[in-house]
């Protein structure tokens, strides 16, 4: 695992030396490792940057002490600790306080779409007819410098309204139509460094620099143009407690302050995608109240998180992962006690990922993967979901087409679907063990799906389409943790009748077969220019260590981290 302590050695392998003969005007304190560009230097103005320093200065110790909480959350999960509820904080969950009005310019959030950062998408998808896109600095972006800083002009170009994009392969011009998506913009989580911005001599937090940068560049433009002077909207990711939804409301505070904006013109949805998180969802919106507009049901990442959290606990072994779905108990009480939560407070509960893609090749196959789509989306505006997630612009009309046809043509259900029965969930309806079989073929998939996965992100790409899913990393995490778990334990493959049992011996047979199998599926060519061998081993370690890793992009990230000369960062 990366730690801020690696990145401060001087022989510090990552730092990899490349020439550069200009630098950024950098305040006291910043330096700026990361390849030089004139566009860049835009972004990286001064005045930005202090910006950031401000924000991390101000915030660091309380980030790092939610780190160690972290840590020692994990030490009583290990020893055989539940979470759940806190009593604590029990006058919280009983109080009858709601959050503030949801902002007329998100009021309709019926379909959202997600994406990385990348110029072309960020085009097609406000263009996409989804009433939100989330713009992604975080799973579905590999953070590379060149990613980071290009995302940053993308954004600023999108608010501005002046983004194109020219496919010279295609000889097509992009441009925005003159109806888009409301922006919302996802940064890295707490725990994620930025290896390229050293702050007072130590990499700064990710999240800070996302957050800092595309405030300080966008936050006047976009009230003006897409937020009806609310703004800028946000999704924040991978917390696990609301002392760090605390540290957010703060960071918004102080760059409101800072603006000189009102108080709680910043909006922002919190993804519930661990599980200690789902028995803190009223603490978090209540430390978020003044800025909050909703919780997101990221239930991808809380499958992982699952793994995670009972990783000492062999008799809450996970089936196939294909098998671990909304229709499990844990799962389905966490969507419909998020509901219940979020109404309550009187903000939006979003639905999960459609991860489906469209299979252009085969008509009868796409018709089936839409109709899955449609029955997840009509399972969700149901349960009483205000909207949903897509990760291709192909599924938005189905999609609307459910919500739309369901929910009365009103923007929301906030006032119309309580859930009031959902009250009655208690801890042991969120932990209750999933149930399934485990296969060879569970085990191959997450092997060929892990290992591809990481290396498209070596290579720069973080979202990844692979056998008609759209992958990120929080689908590799759950291919990666699983292996992990079925290894630790031994466990019995017990759905196709083989009766084998997994070990070391078995899964390194697996991974040679589903290596040869990578590379007849993609060709000889591209295997040979990809990363895929480099993966493989990053992979394969990944699922044998014996400690688990808390996060597969913290250890990967060595492996994409490129320092420019120390020193040369200033003019």
């Known amino acids: 695992m990366v730690s801020f302590e690696t990145f401060l050695q001087p022989n510090n392998p990552v730092q990899r030396k490349s020439s550069v003969k200009m630098g950024y005007d950098v305040p006291e304190g910043v330096d700026i490792r990361g390849r030089y560009d004139p566009e860049f230097s835009k972004i990286l103005a001064r005045d930005a940057l202090q910006f950031v320093a401000d924000l991390q200065r101000e915030f660091r110790n309380h980030i790092k002490y939610a780190m160690e909480c972290r840590k020692e959350a994990k030490k009583r999960y290990n020893n055989g600790g539940l979470p759940g509820f806190d009593p604590a904080t029990k006058y919280i969950r009983d109080g009858e306080w709601v959050c503030a009005p949801v902002p007329q310019a998100v009021a309709d959030r019926r379909v959202e779409i997600t994406g990385p950062v990348e110029r072309k998408m960020v085009i097609n998808a406000l263009n996409s007819g989804a009433k939100v896109f989330m713009a992604d600095f975080e799973d579905a972006l590999s953070p590379n410098w060149e990613n980071l800083m290009r995302g940053h002009v993308n954004l600023r170009d999108a608010v501005n309204g002046t983004i194109t994009f020219h496919d010279q392969a295609r000889n097509k011009l992009y441009k925005l139509n003159n109806q888009i998506a409301k922006l919302f913009v996802r940064p890295r989580g707490w725990h994620l460094p930025e290896a390229h911005v050293f702050i007072d001599g130590e990499p700064a937090t990710g999240c800070l620099v996302d957050f800092g940068l595309y405030f300080f560049h966008n936050y006047a433009n976009f009230r003006k143009t897409q937020g009806q002077g609310f703004g800028p909207f946000f999704y924040l990711p991978k917390m696990e407690h609301s002392r760090e939804a605390r540290i957010w409301n703060n960071v918004f505070d102080r760059a409101e302050k800072w603006a000189g904006i009102e108080k709680g013109s910043i909006r922002a949805t919190v993804l519930i995608e661990t599980l200690p998180a789902v028995f803190q969802m009223n603490e978090i919106l209540y430390e978020l109240r003044d800025h909050s507009v909703g919780l997101n049901c ?11 959290t009972f990783q000492a606990h062999p008799d809450r072994l996970l089936p196939d992962r294909v098998l671990v779905g909304m229709g499990q108990h844990f799962m389905r009480s966490y969507s419909d006690l998020l509901i219940h939560t979020c109404h309550k407070r009187g903000v939006h509960a979003m639905g999960g990922m459609a991860a489906q893609i469209p299979i252009r090749d085969d008509a009868a196959a796409n018709e089936a993967a839409l109709e899955l789509v449609r029955k997840d989306k009509l399972r969700e505006v149901k349960a009483g979901h205000d909207g949903t997630w897509a990760a291709h612009p192909g599924l938005i009309p189905a999609c609307m087409e459910v919500f739309t046809s369901n929910m009365t043509n009103a923007p929301n259900q906030i006032h119309s679907m309580k859930r009031q029965d959902a009250s009655v969930l208690v801890e042991e309806d969120l932990l209750q063990r999933p149930r399934g079989v485990r296969t060879m073929e569970g085990l191959r998939l997450n092997t060929r799906v892990g290992i591809q996965y990481l290396a498209a992100w070596l290579t720069g790409a973080g979202s990844v389409p692979l056998y008609n899913l759209m992958e990120d990393a929080a689908t590799a995490e759950i291919s990666r943790v699983q292996n992990w778990q079925w290894l630790k334990y031994g466990v019995e493959l017990d759905g196709d009748g083989l009766g084998v049992k997994v070990n070391l011996d078995l899964f390194g047979r697996v991974v ?45 990230y060595n492996n994409i981290v490129m320092h420019h000369p120390i020193g040369l960062s200033r003019l």
């Not at 990221?298 to 995670?308: A, E, H, P, Q």
């Open 298 to 308: 990221g239930r991808w990442d809380y499958i992982f998180s699952y793994v995670k």
């Open 512 to 556: 040679e077969e589903e290596m040869a199998r990578i590379e007849r599926e993609v060709g000889k060519e591209k295997f040979k220019k990809g990363m895929y061998k480099e993966a493989c081993k990053l992979f394969t370690r990944q699922c044998t260590a014996p400690v688990l890793d808390d996060f597969l992009t913290l250890d990967a």
